[in-house]
């Protein structure tokens, strides 16, 4: 039997200043103990903390326990033989990971790698590999990471055409090891570059990707040329009918998740980040959703058999995300052709049809709230982010309406 861990908020006793202490909860053996970490907030801040898409500090936080968890995981996992006092010891007098930045990144993606968080892996290591190749060092002091430091890898992307996304997402991994760099006192606090009068990572462009719903019907009256313009169609196509399903959970469905009309399933993304509270999402199985599985579902319909072929059981984490990937890329190639064929201008991908499901919902009337829980997100101000302008004609319709007072006079 495994020991485990978990995130834990205990409410059984406010500090003086109306905060409650957050900690590690260690389980073995139906015994718990628990480990301050030094961090506390209020109800609200911790809500805010672990909701749907924390924002600003709030995720630096989340980040941070995460951290804090992910160490005594690796304590645990290196353990030959499991006991309380063995962890205690590790854990209260653990040597630091990493020398360098360079070191303390490559022990956290082993880390990661360890609780078979291989996206989240990958995502880490492609930021350490860009970071590695820009100072052009084997090690990288903590110190010598400056706001200016920062800027100038910055422009470096910046001049390559990698777009402020890129950046922003390599820089938040990088702001996370720092971070654990300073809890290892490997790095004095006064030295840390982020923050206001530091350095701001930027923001990347909203870039809107929703179709109007006369683009939608195009695709879904196309008669794909190949086989594989059909199958590129029909995945997109059931993605946007069932919630804007993302191609990782379309990839994870098993005949078990179909439920006569509807299909239950919970997002891979959030199974592992909501410790509490995982709530399904249901999507209404329309004709065409079933046609979809019927055409390309695999056979025997069996509750444990994964309805489509992206992923086989039995893979790794890391083979598991590279399957999936290149789903992805193959999907979004043909996406792109019939786009071409059927006069879209948009730069269409399989993440267009969760946008376009959440944006169209919005123009037809339906409340925000339901496409929110639709889209299983517990924050409103996440699905409102997903959510794309009104087309030109409606604006237009909408702007004539000011001046109806001129009709009157006729």
Request: hydrophobic share 35%; aromatic share 12%.
């Amino acid at each position: 039997m495994i020991a485990t861990t978990t995130i834990f908020y205990d409410t059984r006793r406010a500090l003086k200043d109306n905060t409650y202490p957050v900690k590690i909860k260690v389980t073995y053996q139906r015994k718990r103990k628990y480990y301050p970490i030094g961090i506390s907030l209020t109800k609200e801040d911790y809500q805010k903390v672990f909701g749907e898409r924390p924002r600003k500090h709030y995720k630096d936080i989340k980040l941070k326990l995460e951290a804090w968890e992910q160490k005594a995981v690796g304590i645990i996992n290196s353990l030959s033989t499991f006991s309380f006092h063995a962890f205690e010891k590790a854990y209260l007098n653990q040597q630091p990971r990493g020398t360098d930045v360079f070191s303390l990144f490559s022990s956290y993606i082993a880390t990661l790698r360890k609780q078979e968080r291989a996206s989240t892996a990958i995502s880490y290591n492609n930021a350490l590999q860009s970071l590695k190749q820009y100072w052009g060092k084997k090690t990288l002091p903590f110190t010598t990471v400056t706001p200016e430091w920062l800027t100038g890898y910055e422009q470096y992307m910046v001049s390559r055409d990698k777009s402020l996304t890129t950046v922003g997402i390599y820089l938040r991994s990088l702001r996370i090891i720092l971070n654990l760099a300073i809890e290892e006192e490997l790095l004095p606090k006064a030295s840390y570059p982020f923050g206001k009068r530091k350095y701001q990572i930027p923001a990347g462009q909203n870039v809107k990707k929703a179709l109007t719903l006369e683009d939608m019907q195009k695709i879904f009256d196309y008669k794909p040329q190949t086989k594989a313009e059909a199958k590129a169609r029909d995945f997109f196509l059931f993605s946007y009918l069932c919630n804007g399903i993302n191609m990782k959970d379309i990839a994870r469905l098993r005949y078990r998740n179909v439920q006569k009309d509807k299909v239950v399933f919970v997002r891979a993304k959030t199974e592992r980040t909501s410790k509490k509270n995982l709530k399904p999402i249901v999507a209404v199985l329309t004709l065409e959703a079933k046609e979809v599985i019927q055409q390309w579902g695999n056979q025997p319909t069996e509750p444990n058999q994964l309805i489509f072929d992206i992923i086989t059981d039995g893979l790794t984490p890391e083979r598991e995300v590279a399957r999936i990937k290149q789903g992805v890329k193959t999907v979004n190639k043909y996406l792109k052709r019939i786009a071409q064929n059927v006069g879209i201008d948009s730069n269409i991908s399989t993440y267009t049809a969760r946008h376009s499901f959440s944006t169209i919902l919005k123009r037809s009337g339906a409340p925000i709230e339901f496409i929110s829980e639709s889209l299983g997100h517990h924050d409103l101000r996440t699905t409102e982010s997903y959510l794309d302008s009104f087309e030109d004609e409606a604006k237009k319709k909408y702007a004539s309406a000011l001046t109806n007072f001129r009709k009157s006079r006729s």
